[in-house]
């Protein structure tokens, strides 16, 4: 009789979670949900929404139409002020944006109108290793020439890493980058580069991969220096920018800024969303994740997947915005741009 006893004490759960599934494909039938990329068109992160946009509707209950709008601007602030404050609290909006959102916010960062932990976070693409490039042509070959020349560096907004990374070298380690600000994206930063508009830039090394493949098989760039807690693959002789700073005090600075490598490329949709609903689309996104229309979307991009599921991410977002009050100050002494500090 044991059995039965068992499935008949089982049976109002399972009757719970069939309602829950009922209910949210009642509602996202015949909706339409829309990805906001804090990013310009044809940049990596773009390129990794767009991917996922494509096939996740499929994996939801109604399967809804998912379309893309890009939204750049301020480091992405634009978008995730969005999402945060205008979009619809219902599941319809989801959004990829800068991975330093956390960081961005615990440093009080001058456009910064959102509570990074409130976003119900719904899984990470891959990671984003940051890396500093120059031309082969240029005189600036290694991180050291950075430090005894003044280089003309293109970046987006001060909310960027293309900003951050490069401002926080120049702060610990002594390198001699020269922002210029305001370009729309990586896309026409690395134009800028292959025109001798500037002389280096800084972007996520997928951005790279993606969209030039040949640069670093054909040695047409420079490599200067990458930012993440551990080497990317590709660049085993490049060196890290925790690598570069003098005691271990600035070391702590470095790594909590380049720990937004961890965020990386990461989904995320609105506060506010009915738990059922955020469990359906971490249950889609983890299964976009394996599907093979998406697997080779991102083969097609040269981008590798490196996932991690929402409610871990949730916890990763969660530590990067509890850090503790003395390194914050210290972060934001060399972390803001000086306009906004």
Not at 46 to 74: Q, S, Y
Not at 303 to 325: F, N, S, T, Y
């Amino acid at each position: 009789m044991r059995p039965y006893i068992l499935i008949a004490a089982l049976s109002p759960i399972a009757a719970t979670a069939a309602h829950a599934q009922a209910d949210v494909a009642t509602f996202y039938k015949g909706k339409t949900i829309e990805m906001i990329v804090g990013y310009a068109a044809g940049s990596s992160n773009d390129i990794a929404a767009r991917a996922l946009a494509r096939n996740i509707g499929k994996h939801l209950p109604g399967n809804p139409t998912v379309i893309t709008r890009n939204m750049p601007g301020g480091g992405s602030f634009v978008a995730a002020n969005y999402v945060y404050n205008i979009a619809p609290k219902d599941g319809t909006t989801l959004g990829l944006m800068a991975p330093t959102l956390p960081i961005d916010e615990k440093l009080g960062t001058t456009g910064v109108k959102y509570a990074s932990a409130k976003f119900n976070w719904l899984g990470r693409e891959t990671t984003s290793v940051g890396a500093t490039i120059t031309m082969a042509t240029s005189k600036i070959k290694t991180i050291a020439d950075a430090m005894t020349n003044v280089v003309t560096l293109a970046a987006t907004g001060a909310g960027s890493t293309t900003a951050i990374y490069p401002n926080v070298l120049n702060n610990l380690v002594g390198t001699k980058f020269k922002l210029v600000m305001g370009y729309v994206g990586s896309n026409e930063a690395l134009l800028a580069l292959e025109r001798g508009e500037a002389e280096a830039h800084s972007t996520a090394w997928e951005q790279v991969t993606s969209q030039h493949p040949d640069w670093l098989r054909d040695k047409k760039i420079n490599v200067l220096v990458q930012y993440a807690l551990a080497k990317h693959p590709d660049l085993p002789d490049v060196p890290l920018a925790t690598d570069l700073v003098k005691n271990d005090d600035d070391r702590r600075i470095m790594r909590a800024v380049v720990a937004a490598a961890d965020v990386g490329k990461s989904v995320l949709t609105t506060p506010g969303v009915p738990a059922d609903r955020v469990a359906a689309l971490r249950a889609a996104f983890d299964a976009t994740i394996n599907d093979a229309d998406f697997i080779s979307d991102f083969n097609a991009s040269r981008i590798a997947i490196i996932p991690m599921g929402g409610a871990e991410l949730q916890k990763v977002v969660e530590e990067l915005g509890d850090l503790p009050p003395d390194l914050v100050d210290k972060v934001r002494k060399v972390y803001l741009m000086p306009d906004a500090k």
